[in-house]
């Protein structure tokens, strides 16, 4: 197992046009999480899954992202109609239970550049 | 409102020299408090974890401490290298499994 993998790392897209990142995560970790960086910033939570189903959503995640964990593994984040206030750079992470008591592992995040 | 404020935004030093990096919390009830150095580009990496009844946890030359009555942690960094530039961020654990970050500290280390 080599950690929780993000594709692509890096994405430039026009604004209007939508896009979708993939994370694979560490495979015995049934949590999964999706935050956005911007620079300057610590992460800001977006949503989590625990095996296929999606227990939260922030009020950042508006009608334009959406997330799916179809089978409990890899999990996709979705931004449509993508807007210049969409760049930034997104992170998943998994783990084994709770965050605080099992902490997280990130991936290498994708950064998402909108023009 | 759960906050966790981190102190200085930036830093520069000298390779060699030693820095501490502060992290002030207001979480409550209060789990845990990790740091996590995450290098430009990447994910972060947590570094240390700290409970309640722990002061102080080492990671090489990475020494954190915690001060549960004051709700004040800091990490030290010992003989620093190039490679210790990076952001480092306190993550504080709170109830229910909720965590709450910080916006982190960018630490430049140049020769």
């Known amino acids: 197992d080599t950690g929780v993998s993000q594709d692509p790392r890096h994405k430039i897209t026009k604004r209007g046009q939508n896009v979708t990142f993939r994370c694979d995560p560490i495979?015995?970790?049934?949590?999964l999480y999706w935050y956005r960086q911007t620079l300057g910033q610590g992460p800001e939570f977006l949503t989590y899954f625990q095996n296929e189903a999606q227990l939260e959503k922030s009020r950042l995640l508006s009608d334009r992202f959406s997330a799916e964990r179809p089978k409990g593994s890899f999990s996709t984040l979705e931004i449509q109609r993508t807007e210049q206030g969409d760049s930034a750079m997104y992170l998943c992470?998994?783990?084994?239970?709770?965050?605080?008591?099992?902490?997280?592992?990130f991936g290498s995040g994708t950064r998402l550049t909108v023009v | 409102k759960n906050q966790v404020e981190q102190s200085p935004q930036s830093l520069i030093i000298l390779e060699g020299k030693n820095c501490t990096l502060q992290c002030n919390y207001t979480v409550s009830p209060f789990s845990n408090l990790r740091w996590y150095k995450q290098d430009t580009g990447r994910g972060p990496v947590s570094l240390t974890i700290m409970t309640f009844s722990e002061n102080t946890k080492s990671n090489g030359r990475y020494t954190a401490t915690l001060d549960a009555d004051t709700k004040q942690s800091s990490l030290h960094i010992t003989a620093s290298q190039l490679s210790d530039s990076a952001s480092y961020i306190c993550v504080v654990g709170g109830g229910y499994q909720k965590v709450t970050f910080g916006t982190g500290t960018k630490l430049q280390v140049i020769p």
């Open positions: 992470a998994s783990s084994l239970g709770g965050p605080a008591n099992y902490g997280y592992t």
């Open positions: 495979s015995e970790h049934n949590r």
